[in-house]
């Protein structure tokens, strides 16, 4: 049976969705970058430019704001000073400063630190008087800011990715899918087919698109882990400390970079097709299996739906993947190559099993699709359960064909 798809409609609307929820995410993300990006300017430029005078206390107090998500702390300060005989005041005490719900033991200790009338050294702009500042470090809260955006950005660079790329991917889909198969054959997820000396060879390929998922996925989710670390065991927002924020990130850009090279790693690792019409051999080698099928053994392809071994279930992905195998004589199904989940995935598998079919003289098998029942069994916990089994076992089975 056949499956059908509106492949145009589809990717239209999942493209316009895609857009807008980037768009959406790096605006709202790219306010809090910039904040944080200003504050590091904006002291960097002090260090080199601001110049040194003395100033006075005028208050100094703690500082608090209620909502309906609590209360929160600061540190408020107001102080005078003088330049060139005028006199100017200022309530910055450092660039970047903020409130946070567990700030008050740090800004109870700055009030501590300058009480009313005590005397101190303020920097100011030499081409602007009136801006000045206490410490010219950035205040410690964006240090923790720095490492909380991270996942946030990251999830934002990959949308992005995928958006630029769209146009691409659409356009080499729709050549793959509209014009006869012939080799060299890109397919779409899979690889390069090839004629050589031995026949038809499929490569899988082997780009850095994947390895760079990993690298933002492995990065994102170290990052995501350590801001619950060191938000509740080093001091969060209310008492950063650089050095531990500081190891934190850099093991997040490990652990991408670790990700990145398994991922390679596991391409290198994924099943090679060889089909031989001379020989009349049917060949699929990978670490997992060594297959050699003659032809006479080959009773034709199998093409079906089953549970995608990457995940149960993304957003905008089925939970079911077309699995491509050899059907034998023997009535055994020997698993060939998973396709993705995602919408054009059908049409692709479709396409490559019916030219296989015809390339080697052979039937093509195909199982009905999930019902309506299989995917509402997926929604019960027990369906759930099982279903986790099932992809779990997948997963270890078909790791060098998907």
């Not at 206390?57 to 209360?71: C, F």
Request: proline fraction near 6%.
């Amino acid at each position: 049976m056949r499956i059908k798809t509106n492949m145009g409609t589809a990717r239209r609307s999942s493209f316009g969705g895609l857009l807008f929820f980037t768009l959406f995410w790096c605006a709202l993300t790219g306010v809090f970058v910039g904040f944080i990006a200003h504050s590091f300017w904006r002291s960097a430029d002090a260090k080199l430019r601001y110049v040194p005078t003395t100033g006075t206390i005028l208050s100094s107090q703690v500082t608090s704001s209620s909502d309906s998500d609590g209360t929160t702390y600061g540190f408020g300060v107001r102080y005078r000073y003088i330049v060139s005989g005028q006199t100017f005041e200022s309530d910055r005490y450092a660039f970047g400063a903020g409130k946070s719900s567990d700030g008050h033991k740090r800004a109870s200790e700055l009030v501590r630190r300058h009480p009313v009338g005590s005397t101190f050294t303020v920097y100011y702009d030499p081409a602007k008087p009136q801006e000045a500042v206490v410490d010219l470090k950035v205040d410690p809260t964006m240090l923790f800011m720095l490492l909380f955006m991270q996942p946030f950005v990251l999830v934002g660079v990959g949308m992005l990715g995928a958006v630029v790329t769209f146009p691409f991917r659409r356009r080499s889909l729709n050549r793959f899918l509209q014009k006869p198969a012939d080799v060299p054959w890109q397919i779409p997820t899979w690889g390069t087919l090839e004629r050589g000396f031995g026949g038809f060879t499929l490569t899988p390929r082997r780009g850095v698109t994947g390895a760079l998922i990993a690298l933002l996925f492995g990065w994102g989710l170290a990052s995501f882990i350590s801001i619950f670390v060191v938000g509740f065991l080093f001091g969060g927002f209310a008492h950063p400390r650089p050095g531990v924020i500081g190891g934190a990130i850099g093991l997040a850009v490990s652990i991408g970079v670790l990700s990145a090279v398994f991922s390679v790693r596991s391409q290198k690792k994924r099943a090679r097709l060889v089909i031989d019409p001379t020989a009349g051999l049917i060949k699929l080698t990978s670490p997992l299996r060594q297959v050699e099928l003659a032809f006479d053994e080959v009773a034709g392809w199998s093409l079906k739906q089953i549970l995608n071994p990457r995940n149960v279930k993304q957003e905008g992905q089925s939970a079911y993947v077309p699995l491509l195998s050899i059907h034998t004589t023997k009535g055994e199904d020997v698993p060939v190559h998973i396709f993705g989940a995602d919408e054009d995935a059908p049409a692709v598998a479709q396409k490559v099993a019916e030219t296989f079919a015809t390339w080697t003289n052979k039937p093509l098998f195909e199982d009905p699709p999930p019902s309506s029942g299989d995917m509402l069994k997926l929604m019960t916990i027990s369906g759930a359960l099982a279903a986790a089994r099932e992809i779990k076992a997948a997963a270890a089975q078909f790791k060098d064909l998907c």
